[in-house]
């Protein structure tokens, strides 16, 4: 069985391009090596980060991630056992919303092209990142 945490966080400070993109290179290096799989999106400030994988290395990763000085607000929506992996193909899929480059994710996120098109069966992962998107995606 496939553990899941998903989390909302606010950034301390916007974060520039450039820093995103430095944590995001390390998270894919670093979820890699220890199996987990998962998405970010962060939009002006506002995180929503799904982490799946063993419970043990989803759960350390999810201390360090607590703690790190980067994030505050750190808000649980779902932890717990899943029936399978929402991201089973990435260490770590990204979308900053601000820059609109969305390209990576709409193959797995098919509501990027129309948030409010209901007719796609989701599990509750996706759902909480939809809720996610349509509440930040005009910004």
């Given at each position: 069985?496939?553990?899941c945490?998903?989390?909302?966080?606010?950034?301390?400070?916007?974060?520039?391009?450039g820093e995103?993109?430095?944590?995001?290179?390390?998270?894919?290096?670093?979820?890699?090596?220890?199996?987990?799989?998962?998405?970010l999106l962060?939009?002006?400030?506002?995180?929503?980060?799904?982490?799946?994988?063993?419970?043990?290395?989803?759960?350390?990763?999810?201390?360090?991630?607590?703690f790190?000085?980067?994030?505050?607000?750190?808000?649980?929506?779902?932890?717990?056992?899943?029936?399978?992996?929402?991201?089973?193909?990435?260490?770590?899929?990204y979308?900053?919303?601000e820059?609109?480059?969305?390209?990576?994710?709409?193959?797995?996120?098919?509501?990027?092209?129309?948030?409010?098109?209901?007719?796609?069966?989701?599990?509750?992962?996706?759902?909480?990142?939809?809720?996610?998107?349509?509440?930040?995606?005009?910004?």
């Open positions: 069985m496939t553990y945490i998903v989390y909302l966080s606010a950034s301390r400070t916007l974060m520039e391009d995103l993109q430095s944590v995001l290179a390390q998270s894919r290096r670093n979820n890699a090596a220890a199996d987990i799989t998962g998405v962060y939009c002006n400030g506002s995180v929503i980060q799904v982490l799946e994988g063993e419970q043990e290395a989803v759960t350390a990763l999810f201390e360090k991630i607590k790190d000085y980067r994030h505050s607000q750190v808000i649980v929506l779902y932890k717990g056992n899943v029936d399978s992996r929402s991201f089973d193909k990435w260490a770590m899929g979308i900053t919303m820059d609109r480059n969305m390209e990576e994710l709409k193959d797995q996120l098919s509501f990027i092209e129309n948030p409010y098109d209901s007719s796609t069966r989701e599990n509750k992962i996706l759902s909480l990142v939809k809720t996610f998107f349509k509440n930040n995606y005009r910004n």
